[in-house]
């Protein structure tokens, strides 16, 4: 497991939230490759902001991608070599606001992908505006007399949108966020993990978070129960909140042909050209 | 010879079916072995407006529509009006009997006639065809064939429609032009069907477009034709996202393209940029339509010249370069493609709703073509952004058991983020020394087009490359015309020899933006630049008129 570590310099705060999804996403990648899965064939990518950094801590291929388009990249990688486990980290800036018309089409397409959301409530990297799922009243350098807005609700937002696996974990859970991670990387389809994380700098919320979540207790097939506990705000249900089983967008789009692997010689090319041409 | 260009003019309403009625009669000319130049001029709508197309039809090549009709078609008032002035000395004009039109013309039942059928309106653009068959001297059987032909439905009211509106045209325009066959019979190409198809020729694997004219026809073909040609067409929630899953598949390996205008290529530009940092291989189309903004969505432009050479922010080489003529854009675009894989940076393929759209009789040499064999990794670690002489790094793909890792920040030569100062000065001269490696590769390949090699210098680019030909074949007159493929980096090295010539710019821009670039980049001052900026590509006759005063 530690060879999935790299040599550079962790720049995250002491205590801060994505040391566990770091960590989790270790222990799921580590499972994986228990279960037969060569790590080679992941490919993932990253936003912009304080959750990015974990492109640069990983010993994994992909693109360090820019503000909210990691969830674009990610679906192009899987179009090109549907061979690929393709995994986006998002901030909640990032996935919520810059990026969210993409992540309702991944939802919506059901493309084969893993969504992991580093939701701190917070803009951690420009130190501490609010973002689209802070809570009304936050105070941060863009909303000094507090946000007058409501924030998104992730996980219903994503069950209205499409997506056929919809979990929530906690950076303070690390087991079970592994758990989470392994269970929506072999998903094929959409697969969505808001994961609670908590900004040591500019939101901390691991009083709040270890004291108001506990394992969500419905069953995950059954859709409206799954509303039923994305809506709940007493205590934050944590784990698989919704999954069910749907042909995913590479598969539909693409069937059994595969761009990379089938990309033909020029000679093929040519023929094909030609015949074309003469039927026009 | 110009006196034997045959144009077919034909107007109508959107809906009205004039655009199939142009297709129809360029591929009869096609077919009789001529050669065939087809210009749709259509407004941003679906119902209603007007529309015409422009076919002009020659036993030798032509590279423009003409503005003057030998037999103009008029399926409303609307259209009589817009175009009466339109028709040459030995022209003739057929309008539906409706309408007020001067003596001379010929009005034929062709709205009253429509009456009886399903779409009277659509059914319309039908006469189109059966006034043509009546004025060349076609039989009455041999019309019903090309309808037959080339309608795929609603032929049982179309072909008895053609015969109605053929037989009431026949006494005034039987016998009206003779046209000669010519050697042999071409393919009808438009410009974007030739851009798809050279990508395909040059790589592509993976096409990912949103809508937007004049581009949206290479997403139609390539979608319609995806199974055919082995490549796989994918029509995403917008703009941002097209390009950003372009990239994705990149860095997975498929060659990929992206098309847009410049509204949605503007979307595009924060990662245009993110393929210059990462070093992403990826082809760009820009088919421009006048802006700013919205502006006219289907018509012609080059006022987006600037914006490609300088698409994104920061500094990272690019390639732009853009085709003269439809055989050309497959090349072009195939070498395109094969340039971005090669040095691994985005390039553009710059071009028109004028090229785009207009549909050619063309030969495309299709095995004439660039195949780009990029540099590949060798055996052991790998580093992504190795530091090479060239600055050309080799490529790796995932699924590898070497780590490929790709960034959009400044990052060490294994792709990991890092803001060290030396570093990032190293990095920024990788790329720029990969620019200059592109440079260099750039002069030992075509870059400048010429042709003629007497007379005054006429310096043009694009679609308006197509315009100028015809004008001097139009005009008789003769001229060196000089036609940068690229654009940037602008082959200085092959231009340079003009600067103290007499040059004269042709361009479709207002400010003379490809006269700044030549006078910029090459050190040439144009005595004149001859502009056209209403949307509307140039007259041969205009243009012609034009030149021979400059003289």
């Known amino acids: 497991m530690s060879e999935l570590s790299t040599k550079a310099e962790n720049t995250w705060c002491p205590g801060c939230g994505n040391f566990g999804i770091l960590n989790a996403f270790k222990r799921a990648v580590a499972g994986l490759e228990s279960e037969g899965v060569d790590r080679g064939r992941l490919y993932i990518s990253a936003g912009i902001g304080c959750h990015a950094k974990i492109f640069d801590y990983l010993a994994l291929s992909g693109l360090y991608s820019i503000h909210g388009r990691e969830i674009a990249t990610v679906q192009g990688a899987k179009l090109a070599n549907p061979n690929l486990y393709v995994v986006a980290f998002g901030g909640d800036g990032d996935v919520f606001g810059e990026g969210v018309s993409h992540l309702l089409f991944a939802a919506k397409r059901n493309a084969d992908m893993t969504m992991i959301v580093h939701d701190n409530g917070v803009y951690g990297l420009t130190t501490g505006q609010y973002t689209p799922t802070s809570r009304r009243g936050f105070k941060g350098p863009s909303t000094p007399a507090g946000s007058v807005e409501d924030p998104l609700d992730p996980l219903t937002l994503m069950l209205v949108a499409g997506a056929t696996f919809v979990a929530r974990g906690y950076s303070g859970k690390v087991e079970q966020l592994a758990d989470l991670m392994a269970k929506a990387i072999k998903h094929r389809g959409f697969a969505f993990i808001d994961v609670l994380q908590p900004c040591v700098t500019f939101n901390d919320t691991y009083k709040k978070y270890n004291a108001g979540t506990e394992p969500a207790a419905h069953d995950p097939a059954d859709f409206a129960a799954a509303m039923a506990a994305a809506a709940r705000r007493d205590r934050l249900p944590l784990g698989v909140v919704y999954e069910t089983d749907k042909t995913a967008f590479d598969r539909e789009l693409l069937g059994e042909h595969n761009p990379v692997r089938d990309s033909l010689p020029q000679a093929g090319r040519l023929e094909r050209i030609a015949r074309v041409i003469s039927r026009s | 010879m110009a006196d034997e260009v045959f144009t077919l003019i034909a107007g109508g309403k959107a809906g009205y079916g004039i655009r199939k009625a142009g297709t129809v009669a360029a591929a009869l000319f096609a077919r009789m072995g001529r050669h065939v130049f087809q210009m749709d001029d259509y407004p941003s709508l679906i119902r209603g407006g007007h529309n015409f197309c422009a076919v002009s039809t020659a036993p030798g090549p032509i590279t423009s529509h003409y503005t003057k009709a030998d037999l103009l078609v008029c399926l409303d008032q609307r259209s009589v009006d817009a175009h009466a002035s339109h028709l040459s000395e030995r022209g003739v004009m057929v309008h539906d ?115 937007m004219t004049p581009a949206s026809s290479i997403l139609h073909f390539l979608a319609a034709r995806a199974e055919d040609l082995g490549v796989v067409a994918v029509h995403p929630e917008n703009e941002i996202g097209v390009i950003n899953m372009a990239i994705g598949a990149a860095t997975a390996g498929a060659r990929a393209m992206v098309a847009s205008s410049g509204g949605g290529f503007a979307l595009m530009q924060e990662a245009f940029s993110l393929a210059g940092m990462a070093e992403v291989p990826l082809l760009c189309v820009l088919s421009s339509r006048p802006g700013p903004s919205t502006g006219l969505p289907t018509y012609t432009s080059q006022g987006d010249l600037s914006f490609a050479l300088n ?241």
Not at chain 2, 120 to 145: C, D, K, Q, Y
Not at chain 2, 506 to 535: C, H, N, W
Request: proline share 7%.
């Open chain 2, 97 to 211: 009997d409706k309408a007020k039109a001067d003596e001379g013309s010929v009005g034929l039942p062709i709205s009253a006639e429509a009456k009886q059928y399903a779409d009277p309106e659509l059914i319309t653009g039908v006469a189109v065809a059966a006034a043509l068959a009546a004025a060349i001297g076609m039989s009455e059987s041999e019309l019903a064939g090309l309808i037959e032909q080339s309608y795929s439905r609603g032929n049982e009211e179309n072909v008895p429609y053609a015969r109605t509106i053929y037989k009431a045209a026949l006494p005034a325009l039987k016998g009206w032009f003779r046209l000669n066959r010519g050697e042999k019979e071409r393919p009808l190409l438009s410009g974007n069907e030739a851009i798809a198809l050279g990508a395909v020729a040059g790589g592509l694997d993976i096409f990912f477009a949103y809508p």
């Open chain 2, 311 to 551: 698409q994104g922010h920061g500094e990272f080489p690019r390639v732009v370069a853009s085709p003269g003529s439809v055989e050309e854009a497959y090349r072009l675009t195939a070498e395109l493609l094969g340039l971005a894989w090669e040095f691994q940076t985005p390039a553009i393929l710059l071009t028109e709703k004028h090229l785009s759209e207009s549909r050619v009789t063309a030969e495309l040499e299709t095995g004439k073509v660039a195949w780009a064999e990029p540099v590949p990794a060798a055996p052991g670690p790998y580093r992504r952004y190795l530091d090479a002489p060239t600055g050309v790094s080799p490529l790796l793909f995932p699924p590898s058991s070497e780590i490929v890792k790709w960034n959009s920040y400044e990052h060490d030569e294994n792709g990991t983020t890092t803001e060290d100062a030396g570093n990032s000065t190293r990095m920024a001269d990788k790329r720029r020394r990969k620019g200059e490696s592109l440079a260099d590769h750039l002069r030992t390949l075509h870059t400048v087009n010429a042709f003629g090699d007497k007379g005054p210098v006429i310096m043009t680019y694009g679609s308006t490359t197509l315009s100028v030909l015809e004008a001097l074949r139009h005009g008789g007159i003769e001229a060196t015309v000089v036609q940068p493929v690229f654009l940037e980096p602008l082959p200085w090295w092959e231009l340079s020899r003009y600067a103290g010539r007499n040059v004269t710019v042709v361009e479709q821009s207002s400010t003379g933006m490809f006269a700044s670039l030549l006078k910029e980049k090459a050190g040439i001052v144009p005595a004149r630049v001859i502009k056209r900026y209403d949307g509307r590509p140039f007259a041969p006759e205009e243009l012609a008129a034009a030149l021979k005063a400059a003289e």
